[in-house]
């Protein structure tokens, strides 16, 4: 079964700085989706970025970048220039097109943004 | 465009006795997800409708808990009877398109239930 591991449960970040958020998965498919959902305080989750597995270039959404090292199994995410409203609790996720509708997510890290 | 609601925001009952959650999602979406998250833990995939058919529930922990969507429109979780164990957040989500496919889901704030 597929398994995400976020190993930091928090992170703190100097606004205007950068701050990684780790994640690391399991699997044995070669074709697969990866995600990072952001859930504000009392606010939805939305998604933040997404990568393709074929595809070799990292996801940017601005702000956002991954660090996606396939053969480690690793998808990291980097937010910089980090601002007051990025405080949120960030999820790791993964899906593929076999399990068509079931993503599996890790157990989320809670990112403090300090003024 | 109103986004995916879910009813009650917070429900606190005893052990033994059942609650209802409801979701409401975005109008045209024929995806509708169940997740929860307990104690702190991963959030968990539940089960999975395509309008009113259940797609896959695979992740449907007993069968204390029963999901429905009539219509194809709202769906309902219920836990009957409820366990401490069940208390968490219940995540609803829907989209057009697949989620694992896609990653867009968009989700509701979230139904906390605390069962004492």
């Known amino acids: 079964a597929q398994t995400v591991t976020q190993s930091q449960p928090e992170m703190s970040v100097q606004e205007a700085e950068t701050v990684t958020l780790s994640c690391t998965y399991d699997t044995s498919e070669s074709d697969y989706y990866l995600f990072w959902y952001k859930q504000p305080p009392s606010r939805q989750m939305i998604l933040v970025i997404r990568q393709e597995a074929y595809k070799q270039q990292n996801a940017t959404e601005n702000r956002f970048s991954v660090n996606f090292q396939k053969a480690a199994k690793s998808f990291s995410l980097k937010i910089s220039d980090s601002q007051l409203g990025d405080a949120a609790m960030y999820f790791c996720?993964?899906?593929?097109?076999?399990?068509?509708?079931?993503?599996?997510f890790g157990e989320g890290t809670q990112l403090t943004v300090n003024p | 465009e109103a986004g995916v609601t879910q009813f009650p925001s917070h429900s606190v009952i005893e052990k033994g006795q059942t609650v209802t959650l409801r979701c409401d999602p975005i109008?045209?979406?024929?995806?509708l997800y169940w997740y929860r998250r307990v104690m702190g833990k991963e959030i968990k995939f539940l089960l999975h409708?395509?309008?009113?058919?259940?797609?896959?529930e695979s992740g449907m922990p007993n069968n204390r808990f029963l999901a429905e969507r009539t219509g194809g429109t709202y769906s309902t979780l219920k836990v009957q009877p409820a366990e401490l164990e069940d208390s968490g957040v219940y995540f609803c989500a829907s989209s057009q398109e697949l989620a694992a496919n896609t990653g867009e889901l968009f989700f509701g704030e979230g139904s906390r239930l605390t069962v004492l």
């Open positions: 409708f395509v309008k009113e058919s259940k797609q896959d």
């Open positions: 109008s045209g979406h024929d995806n």
């Open positions: 996720a993964y899906g593929e097109e076999t399990s068509g509708s079931r993503l599996t």
